[in-house]
């Protein structure tokens, strides 16, 4: 079973399982591995293995958990859903008992297994797999046995004799079985402190199930006559020389049943019995879908009758007085080592890779070095002269206490006369009146209102802005909330300006929905995270321009709207949030 062509074929799956690999490896070539990833259009950090903070992948049996986690109330993030692995193998099996098995000297049919599984991940290090093997395993002693040991097996005939007139056979024999297991897994290989991933995983199980099985013996040749083995072996003495003459001379019918010593129960006239089995293996990682695997079980069948291999006695055992042999009983074992493809199979924006090729740890890590979830305090930015715009972006550093500045840090001139309006002692100068003096006033006379500043001009230090946010996402990123930062100094320099916030996209409900999202993140932020009395702001969705902006500015004098605003279709999906 397990010949030339099956090695190719297992060749060939591999080779064209590992070209989405190498693609990916090409693509990604100038990535270390295990560094960060970034979002160029959020910049938001994505680990190695999934986005935590994105629910898509927990299920709902687990997200009130989640929903604690993403709120600060509980410290470990849900278990996210993850792939079944399914996959084939094929292998060679070798019985272990009386007669040796004919793995290295195969007659014409050859022997082999061929596996199904179906395996499920319930955690990083447990997982559990649903089992089936076929399998064909044969065996062909190369030393004579006593037909006395034989128990009275029907084929003997014309049989080389001893010195001792006592006919000898040669034991041979053809084992099919159906085995179907549980297997219980574990595996630690993927929980690493040194890098983000593994790409071979080690795993051990405990299988529980059962063997049906049935042996059968070859006895009689195209003739129908039992064989002659002195004719067959002749001189050869060395154990190859025996077993290729045997096999030469034998065709390959197995025509009579085994003494199984016990009613078949299974059809096909085989013994069905609880057998379980321990195994080891390793799984070499080719692409996030597919994996080669090498694998050993040991089956060990409970009622130990050893008639797997055809008879359950140990052949050449020493003889009591009366040429009566000494039975001495052989429990079989069956072996088998097998290779193979697994796949995983699932939707990959809702399902992870198999957890146990996900390292536990990688959230931990990279959340210690790109943090995201942490609470971190509110950042201090340095304002030296206190006017509300830090000092990496005050152009005039150095202002006055309780002069009202621009967006740049400069104090405001109102009339644009060159004298700053905490100075200016004509705070509108006509342009046809400038230039000015030191105290800002004009060569013309003064006209009707010219010293009083109009109401709401204190707020045009408050500087317009806008915000894009990627395709599907409402979320806060770490480059808007620096953006968002300013803006908030600039309010709380100027207690008394209020900032319309206003979102674009009005093409369907899903935009408009999305947009609405997008200004109530950010007045939320607003709010929540730096201090900001919410009535300060009014809210704006839905209207024209692009659907990925939110745009601020400071409201015009007597400008008004809501700070609350119901959300339009509050129960359609928009992405992440």
Known sequence: MVNKKHLLLVGLCTTLAAQPVLAQESQSSSTPAGSAQWSSRDMTYRGQNYDVLDTAYIPKRSMAQHKKFLNHQYAFPARPRNMW???????QPIVIGSVPSLMFYQPKGGDGSFSLNARKAWGYMFSTRLNYTYTVAKGLD??????????????????PVTGANTPLIYNNYRMEAHQLNVDFMLNTN?????????????FGYLGIGAIAYGTRINTLDANYAAYDFNTIVGTKTSEGDVRKALIKA?????????????????PGDKVIEFAPSLGAGAQFRLSKRVNLQLEERMT?????????????YLPQQPVTSGNSPVPTRAANLLSNTSIGLNFNLGNKKKRVEPLYWLNP???????????RHMLLPDPVLPDADGDGVTDQFDKCPGTPA??????????????????????????????????VDADGVGKCPCPEGCGVAPKGSQCGNIGAG??????????????????????SSQMQANPDCHVVITGAGNGNKLQQQRSWDRVNAVIQYMSEKNGINRNRFIFQYGQSGDANVVMYRSANTGEEGPTNVPPPFPNLKTGDK
């Open 402 to 435: 309780g002069v009202a500045v621009d967006a740049h840090g400069c104090p405001l001139d109102t009339d644009g006369d060159g004298v700053p309006y905490f100075r200016d002692k004509q705070l509108i100068t006509p342009t046809e009146c400038q230039p």
């Open 190 to 202: 993927n929980i690493k402190f040194n890098k983000a991933r593994t790409s071979v995983s080690f």
């Open 466 to 487: 806008s915000i894009i946010f990627p395709t599907t996402s409402a979320h806060i990123s770490s480059a808007m909330q620096s953006q968002l930062a300013v803006l």
């Open 85 to 91: 692995e399914v996959g084939f193998a094929i292998g």
């Open 300 to 312: 060990y069948p409970t009622n130990g009758d050893g008639y797997m291999s055809g008879i359950n």
């Open 250 to 266: 034998m065709d390959n019918t197995y025509d009579q049943p085994a003494d199984q010593r016990r009613k078949s129960n299974f």
């Open 142 to 159: 190369y030393r004579p046995t006593p037909v006395t040991q034989g128990d009275g097996k029907p084929w003997i005939a014309n049989y």
């Open 361 to 371: 740890l990688d959230f931990s890590y990279n959340e210690l070095n790109y943090p």
